[in-house]
């Protein structure tokens, strides 16, 4: 009988210094779902500057309320890189389009969230990000066990954190790592 894979829903992947991706080059994913058939996620620290949160609501046909904080757009991974998710705190209910990722993290990829955003009644934290990570049955398992990724318990102020160049470092940390004892060489004992 084949063994079930751990549940990783609901934590962070922390790229190894040798990922070999240049995409995901000291990315912090967090796993929005993760089960026999795959997984899915979003890098929570690649913002893209060249894209404007208030520009895609423009686009998007919806009003912003005067004042309205800009929000980073992160690049959230190389699959449908034109589609858009929220992830944010439990606080914002959404509907039945949104998923309950973990204890206080829910992901929503419908036009509601922004635009209770725009008007200033969404979510108290959220992160949004254009595409996402994906990987196919086993694919993540395997990169974990050749010493891509390291994984750790997801914790809110690194997915909603604003530095986003300091989240690679806090993850690690939240180990009790420090990136200068990684080595850029995977090997086995």
Known sequence: ???????????????????????????????CAHSAEGAMGLIVNKPT???????????????????????????????????????HSADYPGGDATLRVC??????????????????SGPAASMFALGYAGWGPGQLESEIADNGWLTCDARSDIVFGRANEHKWTAALKSLGISPANLSSTSGRA
């Open 1 to 31: 009988m084949k063994e079930q894979p751990t549940d990783l829903t609901g934590k962070m992947l922390i790229a190894m210094p040798a990922m070999g991706d240049p995409r995901f080059a000291q990315s912090v994913v967090f796993l």
């Open 49 to 87: 500057p060249e894209i404007r949160f208030s520009d895609l609501l423009e686009q998007l046909g919806i009003a912003a309320q005067p004042g309205l904080r800009e929000m980073r757009v992160h690049f959230g991974g190389p699959v449908e890189h034109g589609r858009g998710f929220v992830l």
């Open 103 to 120: 204890g206080d993290m829910r992901l929503t990829a419908t036009l509601d969230v922004l635009q209770a955003m725009a008007e200033g």
